[in-house]
Each structure stands twice: as structure tokens, then as C-alpha cells.
């Protein structure tokens, strides 16, 4: 079984979404991660809203710390804007997807970015 891990600064929008992405688009079949280099105190409430839209209820979800063993854990490491906050380790794939931040942003707003993760989930999937 494959494992991905994705990083974002908060671990409260991106990364979050592409967990949730590719939990339902894998169907169970990749081992997921996610994590933030500061996470924030709970997922965005404006990601939450734009995922349910979507049938997928991250409510159960909450932000956590980014970890040396998370990442040595993990086949591939997505980030997702958190810079040098990521510790590489060799044998792994790592790709950086540079997105917008969804921090304060609005729904409207969200949707093209829960839009662009789906497609890179469905790519990275189809690489695996």
C-alpha cells in the first residue's frame, strides 16, 4: 500500500482537502497523512463548508504537527507552500503543488482551489 503525506503551513484548508481527496478517491486503498509545520487550532470552517458540497464531511478532522516520522512514514510528500519547514529524506517522491492559501478566504473563493486539488489527487493517484 502506497502512503502520501501532504504539508501545509496550518494543516487547516490544503492539505486537509487533499486527505480527504484521496481517502474517497483511493477508496482506502492509498494510506493517508496530513500535517502542518504550525498547525492551526481546528480546520477552516470555509474548507469544511466547501468539502460537504462535495459529500465529504471533514468534521472529524483537526490539525497536526508536522513530524520527522510522519514524513520517513510516507511513500510520497506533497507540500504545499510550507518552504524548508519539511524534513527530505532519500527514497521518497516529493512534489511541492503550489496553491492558493484558502486562509480567510470565503467559499465562493475555495471552490477553484478544492477544484485543483481533486485533479492533482486524481493525477498523483493515477501515478501511483
Not at 497536526?64 to 516520522?69: A, Q
Not at 512514514?73 to 519547514?85: F, H, K, R
Amino acid at each position: 500500500m502506497s502512503s502520501v503525506l501532504y504539508v501545509c503551513v496550518h494543516n487547516a484548508g490544503r492539505s486537509q482537502m487533499a486527505a480527504a481527496y484521496t481517502r474517497v478517491l483511493s477508496e482506502g486503498a492509498v494510506e493517508v497523512r496530513s500535517a502542518g509545520s504550525v498547525p492551526a487550532a481546528s480546520i477552516n470552517p470555509a474548507v469544511h463548508e466547501a468539502m460537504l458540497e462535495e459529500g465529504i464531511d471533514m468534521s472529524a478532522e483537526s490539525p497536526k504537527v508536522l513530524t520527522t516520522d510522519a514524513v520517513q512514514a510516507s511513500d510520497v510528500v506533497i507540500t504545499m507552500g510550507c518552504g524548508d519547514a519539511c524534513p527530505i529524506f532519500p527514497g521518497r517522491r516529493y512534489e511541492d503543488w503550489e496553491l492558493v492559501d484558502p486562509a480567510g478566504q470565503d467559499v465562493a473563493a475555495i471552490r477553484p482551489i478544492r477544484d485543483e486539488i481533486k485533479e492533482r489527487v486524481r493525477a498523483l493517484l493515477d501515478s501511483l
